[in-house]
């Protein structure tokens, strides 16, 4: 129901003492998201996972590519004609501190956008008390919440209520941006349950954005993983298949990078050299990963490797000149979650 062909979106931004300075936010990004599926994009921080998710719904543009929802193009559509096709995609932001007017209770928070949709449905005030209810429960929240405030609810349920809300309008697709990064670690397994049974429940579509390969895993079973290295989509695949046989050096540091495996990764033929910091606006010709791989020979600063099908298996697809299948994280681990 969401097809993505080669989305860009470059920043340029001035300032004072930086000059002129353009950043490659997102270098072609394709993706399909159908009914009920789940994709999920993992990177670190500023490789463009927030942008993708704000074009998605609608709360940034993007300057090439396509973005065809439910067949149609909105690329080809007026700025001004896309909001009822992004409406159907809603955002789970990562902070349901802010996300939540505090002066508002939680019955009136629901109840702002339950209005609008019964505008559309012609549902009366009963039953926009009844969705009210429902969603709640649908969340697992009790109704009791309705007259409370942000302020007196925790972090799990105040996540809670803000998935409440992006369910008021009934929408097809999910977009989660970290959205268990900012609850507290007791309470962030419920939330993900909580995504999952949605998607498995009402057929939503999930596009679920981290940097935790854990919870990529979690979400995204039976779904597909994209990684992310500055804009661009360096490795994707069945997200099992992407975790336990990665190809691409950057995929393999990224795993390796989790903490809680290391140790128990196998040892490598090679060292993978850990993730540092990179000035993002150094000019890359070549692989963009090539500045800080172990593996770059010459040939990768000639030109981008391109998204290549592995030998085995058409639908995992890696940019490197030199994929390596390198199993970092241990089975067992990973699979006991
Ligand atoms: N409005 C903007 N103006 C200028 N640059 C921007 C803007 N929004 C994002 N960027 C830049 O685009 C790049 C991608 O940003 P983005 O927020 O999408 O990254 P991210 O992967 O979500 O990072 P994080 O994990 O830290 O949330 C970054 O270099 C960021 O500085
Ligand atoms: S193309 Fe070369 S530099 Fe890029 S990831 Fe592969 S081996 Fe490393
Ligand atoms: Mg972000």
New binding site residues.
Partial sequence: MIEARNITRT?T?RGAFTGSRT?H?LRGVDFSLPKGGAVSFI??????????GKILTGLDTFDGGELVVDGTDLSKLPVGRRAPYFRRIQMIHQDPYSALNPTRDIGQILGDPLRMRARETGAGRARQSERAAELLELVGLRPGVLAKYPHQLSGGQRQRVVIARALTVDPEVLVAD?SVSMIDVSMRLGILALLRDLRERLGISLLFIT?DVATARYIGEGGELHVIYRGQVIERGPTDRVIQEPVHPYTQCLLSAVPVLRGLEEPGPDRLVPLAALD?RLPTPGCLFAPRCPFATAECSAGRPVLTAHPDADDHQHACLHPKSRRVVAVEIAAGR
Avoid: N
């Fill in positions: 920043f931004s950043v936010a990177g670190e921080s500023g490789c463009g996972k927030t942008t993708l970290e940097h993002e």
